[in-house]
């Protein structure tokens, strides 16, 4: 991914291998049994919580914004409204993002 080299980026992320990656990544979130004792043992630390909590990912988007869909439906905010939230990472992120690419 951090290859600056286009033939080789687009053999390894290209027709929908990049999509692909992704969704296998989010999938095992929930489907890896250690992934998914994680996610919960962070969903009882924020739901114990009697302060602010903070919680964030090496990018900030990817488990966090697993977690984050995660509370924010089970207390009942709108899957419309959770989603849009998630989106706007690609605002908030684009800076650093792309420094990362430049890299």
Known sequence: VRSKDPVYQQAQLGNGAAEARMIALYRGFVTNSANRSALGAAIRSVANSTKPITFHCSAGKDRTGVLADT??????VPATVSEQDYLL?????????????DQ
């Open 71 to 76: 509370i924010l439906r089970a207390v009942g």
């Open 89 to 101: 990472s690609n605002q908030l992120r684009a800076a650093s993002d792309k420094a990362l690419r």
